[in-house]
């Protein structure tokens, strides 16, 4: 797994732990954690998502399966 998807999902648990934290007791300590782990969460996605925009920018563009049988179809459909 990548590194940066196994740390997200490391905050993920941990966002988990301390949300579960701020609804029982709504503490100014716990809205302080809270906030702190979701601003490291947005910046966690933020490196992921450029990561996949790389991989995407490299990997030549395909249609999805649906759409390839789809055109595979649609000759007989132009014979009518």
């Known amino acids: ?3 940066i ?3 997200l999902l490391k905050k993920v648990h941990e966002y988990f732990k301390i949300n579960q934290e701020w609804e029982s007791k709504r503490t100014h300590v716990a809205g302080i954690k809270i906030r702190r782990i979701l601003s ?3 910046e966690l996605a933020k490196v992921r998502r ?3 925009q790389e991989v995407r ?3 030549p563009k395909t ?3 649906a759409y390839r049988k789809s055109l595979l179809q649609a000759p007989e459909d132009q014979n009518d």
């Open 63 to 65: 249609k999805s399966p």
């Open 50 to 52: 450029e990561e996949i």
């Open 5 to 7: 998807h196994d740390q």
């Open 1 to 3: 797994m990548n590194d």
């Open 40 to 42: 490291e969460l947005r």
């Open 57 to 59: 920018a490299e990997k």
